[in-house]
């Protein structure tokens, strides 16, 4: 993985585990890491740590007023105003591990090899090469603001280095061809590059609205592009967490109901 012309900082990592993955990244001397606050699990000694405004990228310049900028498109997406740099300030490689913050899988990508630039929904970002920007993505169209499942602001992750990801459940990445659909729940969507066309659908058939569970829209994706998904949304998660621990939740199939539920111990 070596090309001359990044101008991010160039890492080598591995990615650990099945369902609740960590990523480990090998800094060389000098090299920086950009993280999410409290996603660190581990580091070996001779890498520092520092709490930086927004992202660390130069993409808003390096004056006070640049720094503001990069910080503040970050409140924008639900994020801290903070970032933490992970330099490895001694002589050999050193490395530092951040974890998934929940069931799921870590997305690695080449922002080089993708075309620079991925829309994501707002939580998703995990780490990356210093010098990648973490910036904010509006939605141009009222509907896909208002029904697209993560509202009128995303991320948008640039640069040339490496970024990492994170989504719920199974990630499969598709690669759309010019002119391609592909119709998905909206909560599914975890991320795709800018020249995939995204817009919302309506369902049609009230019968599949009051019956289907579905809800009433879902994304629509026309290619060319590449798109990740994801099969467990952290809100569909909740959700069966919060319905499971209400006592009005459904019996899983029980022909007992509450008297099952009094068997097993769960009353």
């Excluded at 503001?68 to 639900?78: F, Q």
């Excluded at 169209?141 to 991320?155: D, H, N, P, S, V």
């Excluded at 026309?222 to 099969?231: A, D, F, H, K, T």
């Amino acid at each position: 993985m070596s090309y001359s012309q990044r101008s991010n900082h160039e890492i080598d990592y591995k990615i650990y585990g099945e369902e609740l993955q960590f990523v480990e990244i090998e800094l060389d001397p000098s090299e920086t890491a950009i993280a999410e606050s409290g996603a660190m699990m581990m580091m070996e000694d001779g890498i520092t740590m520092q709490t930086i405004f927004g992202d660390g990228s130069q993409s808003h310049g390096t004056g006070l007023f640049g720094k503001l900028m990069s910080a503040g498109k970050r409140v924008l997406t639900g994020e801290s105003l903070f970032m933490t740099a992970f330099t490895n300030s001694g002589q050999g490689k050193r490395k530092v591990s951040f974890a998934a913050p929940y069931t799921g899988k870590i997305i690695p990508m080449d922002l080089m090899q993708i075309g620079g630039t991925v829309i994501a929904q707002k939580d998703a970002f995990l780490c990356a090469a210093k010098g990648v920007s973490v910036g904010i993505h509006f939605q141009r169209r009222l509907g896909t603001g208002i029904f697209g499942g993560e509202g009128f602001i995303m991320e948008k992750i640039e640069g040339d280095g490496m970024a990492f990801l994170h989504a719920g459940g199974y990630i499969i990445e598709k690669v759309l061809v010019p002119g391609e659909v592909l119709k998905v729940d909206t909560g599914c969507l975890v991320a795709y590059t800018p020249t995939v066309d995204f817009d919302i659908e309506f369902v049609r058939g009230i019968r599949n609205f009051v019956f289907g569970g579905e809800g009433l829209f879902f994304a629509r994706l026309r290619g060319p592009g590449r798109v990740w998904i994801q099969s467990l949304p952290i809100s569909r998660l909740a959700g069966k967490m919060v319905e499971y621990g209400t006592w009005k939740r459904k019996e899983e199939g029980s022909i007992l109901g509450g008297l099952g539920n009094l068997l097993d111990g769960r009353e």
